[in-house]
């Protein structure tokens, strides 16, 4: 939810989406992605759509889970009346923000209002993000008893100089502490890191690793740093009172990550995402949630400034909570924009989604958007950043150096 | 024109006739401003053709400069009264004592003969038009022999067509008459006839030693050419007048829109300033760095340097022009013989002699900048004629010089290295042999027209250092290593390499980045369309354009490698 909310088309009042985005539901799964925009501070790299208790007035904390309430029946209906065939829940998951900043009994209740509306799947994966310094145990069991069964820390970095440039207030040797309680809890762990922080070294970023890894989590995201306009960070660099990140450097730490979750036992999946295998298993516990966005299901998302796709339609609600709340007590869809892709742009969405993922790209989607699609493909095997074997077998699968340059590639395949 | 006032010299020559009572007589007083600097010689040269006297004005703030003296040579030569005049009097910092010393030095006399002005204030005005009146004889000519009347200039007017200003040397011409150009034999009827006084005023007809315009309705300037006589076609001379040296582009540079779809506006535009100024040549050219644009020939820099802006500012033009360069007469080893305007088409092969244009400058200066100035005519393989001084602190030094080596930045160097004191003129003198070659520039292999450079053989190789090294700061990382080299025919010189780029990917694409991710690789798409292509290798075009603009070198923005 990084960002500045898209340029789009008005959304209906109600709501309501054209008939044409039942076409394929029978072969997408249904996901839900619940938006809790409360911090306790606002990082200094953040741009996403969150707020400190300061900052918000209209919309408590307190009422917070009962709006997001109204948005989940507001949701049924209109999938309802869009004439999709109901379909149970394969994910959930409650980002932010802070989810772990409201009581666990508030999650809990969200959460339950979502079985009620929708049903979950067998094994459905419901993963909470969680301050390393929000949860206690007590917490944890409490989540788990209500239906969570991940949770994901935003660990950032094991150096406290590096947490200090990143405006984090947690404190590191609390992981330990808190990823053992989830997993005494019976929760999946995964843990966020970021690297490339300004005047990070590569000593820093291995201590980093070393230590997300010493937690032992099921599943690990390595992010580079993106300096987003607006933030406090990118004025920090264009003052000059913190150093630009360097790209080299950044290729360094990312080569680093992989080479040393890959010792771990870790199996990289996406661009940023490693996730270890489960035991006895050929699977890996990688986020089926996370997944559902790259292959292009659907989605709801649920509160301020959350974006949704359903069969092709985008839309993303307004920005500010107590606007949001506004609209859902007068019974007007949240909606502040929508667009409606025509079959060409999903069809390269598809290709700068699918690239990303170890699976990778069928060869032939590449070449319905641009007939020189082979050639292209043949200078990426020659300059080392592209699978040839797997090529040769019509998917498209980046090579470690290749997958720090998707967005090159990407261009590429899609200039016509 | 603007760019005349905004940068305080004159361009295109000015003629004016303004009437003046002196000792209860009425006169009537026909001038022509000038141009001053060396890239409008031949303005200056045909004015002053047309005159009996010069008024030889010296900014009484600054002094004598290189080109005032390669103006009053072309007064001397041409026989001219002399009036010298110090202008500007009332400046703060004028010193006309010191000046007036100097003029006298240089021209004889007493520095109390030296006429004090100001423009600006009228103060000695009436002085000077008295002493033109006395001193300036009056004009010699036969008013009953066949017309003969010298054009001094044309400019294209887009209203009333090409106007030619003309001195009446012989007889008269007077309107509704056929006249005729003595050169091409053409005929065109008088439409007009008049004087500038200074706003153009029709008469009954121009005289012996009147200068004034003409009017026939011909639309082009090349018709009624700069130096021609014009007669009378019913009673016709049967002599010319000598007319003027046609002048010759001494400089060459390639002018290229920016935006590639502004080629037509450029060529219609280069049309419409050929029919002011029949000095400017140009021809299509392409290059692989810049496209469709034109290779075009200019006296000089400031020439060009005018050009290009005028085009900008009257065409509203993004141009970029190609570094300047000389014509060098190349003989092969077979005896054929190649004029090259463009570093790119220097032949290849067995190569028996070039020749390069040498000029004299005249480089006048403060004393205490003489060692500098010495040194920087030393590196651009100066040979010094002579040094003299030309008042207690101020100094003349006169170079042979290849106009190569002065066209590209001598002038901004000369002035950074003299606190801007110093002046420069020069005139070509010819031909020289030179021991030049062509450094090419090649990325990943691929030549790129727009950097061959034509350079002595002891400075190939820091002109290949210097621009590898440039465009591996301009051009942008690619997806694998690239490649530059500077090459003398198959012998590379000089190597950098852009490393290959190693990141580029956004770290997060979940749900709410998805839409933003697309729009961006969307625009981004857009950005590719301006890229060139060399190879395999995209170039942004502004990386070309920042690498051919001189200053980039300085400071500008530089790309973190």
């Known amino acids: 939810m990084a960002g500045p909310l898209p340029i789009g088309d008005p959304a209906p009042a109600d709501g309501k989406l054209a008939p044409s985005v039942k076409i394929g539901s029978e072969t997408r799964t249904l996901h839900a992605y619940v938006h809790i925009p409360f911090c306790k501070v606002r990082c200094g790299y953040c741009d996403f759509n969150t707020y400190t208790a300061s900052e918000l007035e209209g919309a408590k904390q307190s009422d917070y889970a009962d709006i997001l309430i109204s948005e989940i029946n507001f949701s049924r209906s209109v999938l309802e009346s869009s004439g999709i065939p109901s379909r149970k829940l394969s994910t959930v998951f409650f980002g932010g923000g802070t989810p772990t900043q409201l009581p666990a009994a508030d999650l809990v209740r969200i959460l339950q209002s979502l079985k009620t509306s929708f049903e979950f799947e067998v094994n459905a994966e419901v993963t909470t993000e969680a301050n390393p310094d929000t949860v206690e145990y007590e917490y944890l069991l409490e989540l788990k008893a209500g239906g969570f069964n991940r949770i994901s820390f935003g660990m950032q970095s094991a150096i406290p100089e590096v947490l200090a440039t990143l405006e984090r207030t947690h404190n590191p040797q609390n992981l330990p502490v808190v990823v053992a309680a989830a997993k005494a809890a019976g929760l999946k762990t995964s843990v966020d890191l970021i690297y490339g922080a300004p005047a990070e070294t590569i000593q820093q970023w291995q201590a980093s690793l070393e230590a997300a890894i010493a937690l032992e989590p099921d599943h690990i995201s390595a992010y580079s740093l993106i300096v987003e306009e607006g933030t406090k960070l990118a004025r920090q660099i264009k003052s000059g009172e913190l150093p630009e990140p360097d790209e080299d450097l950044q290729a360094d730490k990312y080569e680093l990550a992989d080479e040393l979750l890959k010792n771990a036992g870790f199996v990289w999946y996406e661009v940023s995402n490693w996730a270890k295998q489960v035991d006895g298993s050929e699977s890996i516990n990688s986020s089926a949630h996370n997944i559902s966005y790259w292959n292009s299901q659907d989605w709801w998302g649920y509160g301020p400034g959350a974006h949704s796709h359903v069969g092709g339609t985008r839309w993303w609600n307004v920005k500010h909570p107590t606007t949001y709340a506004a609209k859902l007590a007068s019974k007007v869809s949240p909606a502040a924009g929508r667009e409606t892709l025509s079959d060409k742009t999903r069809l390269e969405e598809r290709i700068l989604l699918e690239i990303r993922v170890s699976k990778g790209l069928p060869i032939e989607l590449a070449k319905l958007v641009n007939h020189e699609a082979a050639n292209l493909i043949a200078g990426f095997i020659a300059d080392g950043l592209v699978d040839p074997r797997a090529a040769i077998g019509g998917v498209l699968k980046l090579t470690l150096k290749g997958r720090l340059l998707a967005d090159s590639l990407v261009r590429q395949l899609l200039s016509d | ?561």
Request: charged share 25%.
């Open chain 2, 1 to 561: 024109m603007d760019i005349e006032r905004e940068r305080g010299i004159t361009i295109k020559s000015q003629a004016v006739r303004m009437p003046w009572e002196s000792d209860g007589k009425t006169y009537a007083l026909n001038m022509i401003d000038t141009p001053g600097h060396v890239d409008f010689t031949y303005e200056v040269s045909r004015s002053l053709a047309a005159c009996e006297g010069a008024v030889l004005l010296v900014d009484a703030a600054q002094g004598i400069e290189a080109q005032t003296l390669a103006n009053l040579y072309l007064a001397m030569e041409n026989d001219l009264q002399i009036i010298p005049v110090l202008n500007k009097i009332d400046l703060p910092a004028a010193q006309p004592e010191k000046y007036a010393e100097e003029l006298a030095n240089l021209i004889g006399g007493n520095p109390e003969d030296c006429l004090r002005v100001s423009g600006k204030t009228g103060i000695g005005v009436d002085e000077l038009l008295d002493k033109i009146v006395a001193t300036v004889p009056h004009p010699i000519g036969d008013p009953n022999a066949p017309a003969r009347a010298m054009i001094f200039d044309s400019v294209y007017d887009s209203y009333r067509g090409v106007i030619t200003y003309v001195r009446m040397i012989d007889g008269n011409l007077s309107p509704r008459e056929k006249i005729q150009m003595m050169s091409t034999r053409a005929v065109h009827e008088l439409l007009e006839i008049g004087v500038s006084s200074p706003e153009p005023e029709p008469t009954k007809g121009l005289g012996v030693g009147e200068v004034g315009y003409l009017i026939t309705g011909v639309k082009d300037v090349r018709q009624s050419k700069v130096g021609d006589t014009i007669t009378n076609q019913g009673k016709p001379a049967t002599e010319a007048l000598k007319g003027y040296k046609e002048p010759l582009p001494m400089v060459y540079s390639g002018i290229y829109p920016i935006d590639g779809s502004d080629y037509p506006v450029l060529r219609e535009a280069l049309d419409k300033l050929k029919l002011s100024d029949a000095a400017l040549v140009y021809e299509p050219e392409t290059s692989v760095a810049l496209g469709f644009g034109f290779r075009c020939g200019f006296l000089g820099l400031l020439h060009l340097e005018i050009i290009t802006e005028r085009l900008e500012r009257e065409f509203g033009l993004d141009l970029i022009a190609t570094a300047p360069s000389v014509v060098y007469e190349v003989t092969m080893d077979d005896g054929k013989e190649i004029t090259v305007t463009n570093p790119s088409e220097f032949p290849g092969g067995k190569i028996k002699q070039v020749l390069e244009p040498m000029v004299k400058a005249t480089i006048l200066l403060p004393k205490d900048y003489t060692g500098t100035v010495m040194e920087l005519c030393q590196t651009r393989r100066g040979t010094m004629i002579d040094m003299q001084y030309l008042g207690e602190d101020r100094v003349q030094l006169r170079y042979t010089l290849p106009l190569a080596e002065i066209v590209f930045d001598f002038f901004d160097q000369l002035k950074s290295k003299t606190a801007g004191y110093a002046s420069l003129d020069y005139e070509e003198t010819g031909l020289e042999k030179g021991d030049l070659v062509k450094v090419d520039l090649l990325l990943q292999g691929e030549q790129v027209d727009a950097f061959s450079a034509i350079v002595h053989k002891d400075k190939a190789y820091a002109y290949g250092v210097m621009i590898t090294g440039k465009l591996r700061e301009l051009i942008p990382r690619q997806q694998f290593e690239v490649p530059i080299q500077a090459a003398i025919g198959a012998r590379i010189i000089a190597r950098e390499s852009i490393r290959a780029m190693r990141k580029d990917v956004l770290a997060k694409c979940y749900g709410g980045d998805i839409s933003r991710k697309r729009k961006l690789l969307e625009k981004q798409k857009e950005g590719k369309k301006r890229m060139k292509m060399v190879g395999r290798v995209e170039v942004p075009q502004e990386a070309f354009i920042a690498a051919l603009s001189s200053d980039s070198e300085k400071k500008g923005e530089k790309k973190g490698k």
